[in-house]
């Protein structure tokens, strides 16, 4: 690899799922490993594999299945943490294993109780342990920008001398600002004799809106690894965004002398797919990604970028894969179409019967709607694996009476347990009724903190797509639904948020 070449580390499947409500099925989560991949990401962050039985399942499926990227699963400076991954490894075309430990006095002291010295010990140890079972094994020190700095030199040293190839700084809470991180990376680079051998990476979070700027600081004073995740998701205020980084990178080069080797025309694909699986909308201001990011309202940006393009834009939305999702199926399309296309796009059916299921989803869709695009086809998938769930509540009927000066009505026919409910209630808007009418029948007392909506494209006939999020007894789960009809897809997703509190499926991410 080149000097001046940045390895991208995703880990919107780990650190990203850790986003209150974000938590993905195993399908969903392979279905964005493949996107990232295509993508050409060089390293997947898959999961935490000793977290729980699905993480598991989640990373060994990723690990089996990607060819080209690197998968990786992180765990704790621990003999079980390390085992579980290298496990869930074992089949990966390229594979590495991730150990971390607290290296702040704050964290050693009141997290772990541990003596620094024990630190460094448990450290080398689970280095030297994962190298036993994976040649490539990058070791991080949680809590980094508020560590002492002889001390993160004297850990690294040893745990490079134990085979660490990628030792990596995060800035654990967002704490750093760009010249003081930079300069950390900097000397760390210089002091430590054995720097030489191993990649210096950052992972840094947005608590103070400087992720990205942290990220880039690092990498002008050395770093050559940048952990980030599509969209900026992850847990508090999220981690640097992968598209941002990339095109900073990309569009700057003349400052930074670095590149990538990112497909940069994927980032929006991916931008869509992660924010319809996990239920996180992308703001319009959204640097990159967002609805406006290439829209000119003034008067006089639009007259420059009509004379000269670059007036006022810095790289082209086409860059980025705007403006490339062409319509690719329609009402006369058939099965084989459908399901080539989706494969295009990087999902594929695991039965006949799941290909089938979408495959008539998407003909009502057409029904519907003249026009299908791909981000239609991504809706369409999202639904049908929501409705394959293990369903306690579904969606039989919904109707609506809303009028001017009249308090809307709604009449839902819910099947609970494969057994038809029905109730009619009274609300401010036709949504509101619609709520009111679901929870008399499934009754969770749940708290909605959340609703959102989403044209997945434009015009009149896009369908809605919507989120919502309910809280109950400390437990958050994110539900999504997609139709051409904006109150029926509210419906469905306040449906499907009501299964995955009745699941009981616990997420087990500790904090990293």
């Known amino acids: 690899m080149s000097d001046n070449r940045v390895i991208i580390f995703d880990t919107t499947l780990r650190d990203g799922e850790q986003s209150p409500g974000a938590s993905m099925t195993k399908g969903e989560k392979l279905r964005i490993a493949k996107a990232l991949e295509k993508m050409r990401v060089d390293v997947i962050e898959a999961g935490f594999a000793i977290a729980s039985p699905g993480d598991f399942e989640s990373v060994k499926a990723i690990a089996d299945s990607i060819k080209d990227s690197t998968v990786c699963s992180l765990s704790r400076a621990l003999d079980a943490d390390i085992d579980r991954a290298g496990e869930a490894l074992k089949n990966a075309a390229s594979g590495r294993i991730h150990t ?13 109780q541990m003596q620094p010295d024990e630190v460094v010990a448990q450290a080398v140890h689970a280095v ?6 994976i040649d490539d094994v990058e070791f991080s020190l949680e809590d980094a920008s508020r560590s002492e700095l002889d001390f993160m ?10 085979g660490a190839r990628t030792i990596n700084i995060p800035d654990t809470v967002g704490y750093a600002v760009p010249a003081e991180f930079g300069a950390t990376i ?45 969209n900026g998701l992850g847990e508090r205020a999220g981690n640097a965004a992968l598209e941002e980084v990339v095109m900073a990178l990309r569009t700057r080069r003349d400052v930074l002398g670095l590149e990538t080797g990112i497909d940069t025309t994927q980032i929006v694909s991916a931008s869509r797919l992660v924010s319809g699986v996990t239920g996180f909308a992308v703001q319009p201001n959204k640097a990159i990604v967002g609805a406006n990011a290439f829209a ?6 639009q007259d420059g970028v009509l004379k000269h393009r670059e007036t006022y834009e810095i790289m082209t939305a086409q860059d980025v894969g705007w403006h490339t999702n062409k319509m690719v199926l329609g009402k006369h399309s058939g099965r084989n179409a459908f399901r080539t296309r989706l494969e295009e796009l990087g999902t594929t059916f695991e039965t006949d019967a799941e290909l089938n299921a979408a495959f008539a989803r998407f003909k009502e869709l057409a029904d ?3 026009e299908i695009f791909d981000e239609d086809l991504q809706a369409v998938v999202s639904d049908t694996k929501i409705a394959g769930f293990n369903e306690q509540f579904r969606l039989s ?3 609506v009476t809303s009028q001017t000066g009249e308090t809307p009505v709604a009449e839902v026919v819910v099947m609970v347990n494969n057994e038809e409910v029905r109730a009619t209630a009274a609300g401010s808007g036709p949504v509101d009724a619609a709520y009111r009418a679901i929870e008399s029948i499934i009754d969770t007392h749940a708290s909605l903190e959340l609703y959102s909506v989403n044209a997945i494209t434009s015009g009149t006939d896009s369908q809605g797509e919507v989120t919502v999020r309910l809280e109950k007894g400390g437990r958050i789960v994110n539900g999504l639904g997609a139709d051409t009809d904006i109150v029926i897809a509210s419906a469905k997703a306040y449906l499907h948020a009501a299964n995955l509190l009745a699941s009981q499926v616990e997420k087990a991410h500790p904090q990293v």
């Open 186 to 230: 900097g000397q760390l680079i210089q002091r430590i004799p054995n720097a030489d051998k191993a990649i210096f990476s950052v992972h840094c979070h947005n608590d103070l809106g400087l992720a990205v700027a942290n990220s880039l600081a690092a990498v002008s004073q050395g770093a050559r690894q940048v952990e980030c995740t599509v």
């Open 100 to 112: 971390f430990i607290a290296t702040s006095p704050i964290h050693m002291k009141y997290k772990l």
């Open 153 to 162: 030199c004297r850990i690294i040293e040893a745990c490079i001398d134990a």
């Open 128 to 133: 030297k342990r994962a190298r036993n079972l």
């Open 368 to 370: 519907k709607k003249h």
């Open 397 to 399: 009927s919904l109707k």
């Open 296 to 301: 000119h309202e003034s008067g006089i940006h």
